[in-house]
């Protein structure tokens, strides 16, 4: 049992193992906050509406949503990207 | 100036010499050559100043010109220092015209406010519920209730970094069972990298998607739990472990998959005979776990996004455990979520085997849902008030059929589980959901249509109102605590009404 659950743990980190940072919010250049900006608004109503009503931007502040978007990408288990995404669009709205 | 000086001496001793011959007679007066000598002595005197004078005009003109120059440079400078303040004093002008952009204004607040890193959300809601309960459960006592309950969810998030994250849960309730306290969850959220966080603490069972994502009550559509999830759990409603989870797109945008393996501390029943009721971590009735549990939960969205054909997710779920220090319990699970436009839909099938001791048969347990909501969002009936239409925009009518069937039922159990309201003195249950009290919802074959109509204020504000039919098959056995097993015989057939106002924050 401990093995394998030890294996589970060695594999899952070899795998997902990328040494990439796993936010990259600040100092963003204008067109990438654009690009991602758009981005977001695409996925926002589809990601963001999977468990329930897709709460929008404006119900919290930015550095709430810092927080709360961490919160719904361990929920939802949402692509890195495509969090980063919607956490640019709802921070902005 | 020079020149009129010389003019002036030039007359001057022209006259001279005009005048000496007229006064010959004179007799002290130098002769004729001294003075011509004199004079011309005087007029090259003159010649050298004047030489002098013009050397010094000269040097002079020059240093006019030299001046006029520098005067010519430092008009033009002036002139563009003035061009170019008039410029700065314009961009100036429209900066301070023009209002700061959300990003600059953003992070200017967040400055103004400090580093943050701890928000409270969560949920509260109000609760009415009606209960008529047309006959007994195993000669239990039965009566029409009803009851009102208030239930309050403070959630807290705390993010020291960007990688860290602590999530909790304290679950309070209030109504005629009493008041309850407890702890829902209390987790940390590991950010190890892209594809990987780990999760540790007191979590929702990750199995399937009610408890861990449709539990909360702004979440679930009804006011109920459907029955595999609320008064007979087939699997338990949480775990003490850790998680690994993760996600990734695995073709065009939206087309997704992810996973979640735990391990935890296993499963608890109420008691060592079949039929007891699975509990939650923190409501331990008894402990025959010896810390041993593995679980695995895989969901895949293949739906992508840009045609438009709405977002699917099928997902399937097993958990297995050793209770009671040698016997296992294994499940596994499937379900589905698919909406588009207006139309939301969702269901769950999940199966437990339970290995008993002293030579009882094996606990087996199913379970089930279905449900849909339609949002009349699009609805416009005609000949009717403008606002009345707005009302009816906000409706969302829903449907729910959920069953469970399992061998026998605790009677230990069915005399604990004596409220109607938000959980509290329910066995093992995490008080996070409703239920309706009806005994009949612990049949073991247990069956209810969940008729629903929700008027959505906000997308996280809604009056949600329930009305429940209890149609339990007959078949199944109550189990005493000392393992004698009786037939259930006749189930009641009961009704409830349970309205609730609730808000997430």
């Not at chain 2, 010499?17 to 011509?36: G, N, T, Y």
């Not at chain 2, 109920?224 to 338990?236: K, R, Y």
């Not at chain 2, 009671?324 to 939301?344: A, C, H, M, P």
């Not at chain 2, 429940?468 to 605590?481: K, M, Q, T």
Request: net charge negative.
């Amino acid at each position: 049992m401990k093995r394998i659950l030890a294996a589970i743990v060695l594999a899952t980190l070899a795998i997902g193992y990328a040494g990439v940072p796993v936010s990259a919010q600040e100092n963003l250049s204008a067109a990438e906050h654009r690009r991602l900006f758009r981005e977001g608004a695409k996925l926002w109503p589809v990601y963001c509406n999977t468990c329930h009503n897709a709460r929008p931007g404006s119900e919290k502040a930015p550095y709430e949503w810092d927080q709360i978007m961490m919160h719904m990408r361990t929920l939802g288990n949402i692509p890195p990207d495509d969090a980063n995404a919607i956490l640019v669009y709802l921070k902005s709205r | 100036m020079g020149y009129g000086k010389l003019r002036g001496l030039c007359l001057f001793f022209g006259a001279l010499w005009l005048i000496v011959p007229l006064h010959p007679a004179s007799a002290a007066a130098p002769s004729e050559e001294q003075m011509l000598r004199r004079i011309m002595r005087e007029v090259n005197e003159l010649k050298a100043d004047k030489q002098q004078d013009e050397e010094k005009i000269q040097d002079l003109e020059q240093r006019v010109g030299a001046i006029q120059n520098q005067n010519h440079q430092l008009k033009e400078a002036n002139q563009k220092l003035q061009t170019d303040t008039t410029a700065k004093i314009a961009t100036l002008q429209t900066k301070v015209d023009a209002p700061p952009s959300p990003e600059e204004f953003g992070g200017a607040f967040d400055r103004y406010l400090g580093t943050h890193t701890f928000t409270v959300t969560g949920a509260a809601g109000g609760q009415f519920v009606y209960n008529q309960q047309n006959a007994a459960l195993n000669n239990l006592h039965h009566d029409s209730q009803n009851s009102f309950f208030v239930d309050w969810e403070p959630m807290i998030l705390y993010r020291p970094t960007d990688w860290i994250l602590f999530q909790g849960v304290i679950s309070t309730g209030f109504g005629s069972t009493g008041t309850g306290v407890d702890l829902s969850t209390a987790d940390f959220q590991i950010l190890a990298n892209k594809y990987l966080t780990v999760v540790a603490g007191l979590f929702d069972q990750p199995f399937g998607d009610w408890y861990e994502t449709q539990s909360p009550m702004w979440v679930n559509r009804f006011v109920t739990a459907p029955l595999p999830f609320g008064v007979e759990s087939v699997v338990p409603p949480g775990e003490i472990g850790v998680q690994l989870r993760g996600g990734m797109q695995f073709g065009a945008l939206g087309q997704d998959f992810d996973y979640t393996v735990w391990g935890g501390n296993g499963p608890n029943y109420s008691s060592t005979v079949l039929g007891a009721a699975v509990s939650s971590p923190t409501s331990v009735a008894s402990s025959q776990s010896s810390g041993k549990s593995i679980g695995a939960r895989f969901r895949v969205y293949p739906l992508p996004l840009e045609k438009e054909w709405g977002r699917l997710e099928l997902g399937a779920s097993t958990y297995n455990g050793e209770w009671n220090n040698r016997d296992w319990l294994t499940s596994w699970g499937v379900d589905f979520n698919y909406f588009i436009d207006n139309l939301q839909t969702r269901g769950e099938w999940l199966e437990a085997y339970r290995q008993m001791p002293n030579g009882q048969t094996s606990d087996n347990r199913q379970g089930w849902y279905v449900q849909a909501g339609y949002f009349l969002g699009g609805l416009n009936v005609p000949y009717i008030p403008d606002q009345l239409n707005g009302y009816l925009q906000r409706l969302e009518p829903l449907v729910r059929y959920s069953g469970v069937n399992q061998r026998g039922v605790s009677t230990d159990d069915l005399a604990a589980a004596t409220g109607i309201g938000l959980g509290g003195t329910q066995v093992g249950l995490v008080p996070d959901f409703g239920i309706n009290g009806s005994p009949a919802t612990y049949a073991p074959h247990a069956r209810e249509v969940a008729l629903g109509l929700d008027y959505w204020f906000a997308p996280s504000i809604v009056w949600q109102n329930e009305f429940d039919i209890e149609l339990p098959r007959a078949g199944g056995v109550f189990v005493s605590p000392t393992g004698v097993e009786t037939p259930a015989g006749a189930t009641p057939n009961d009704r409830a009404f349970l309205s609730q106002f609730t808000v997430g924050f």
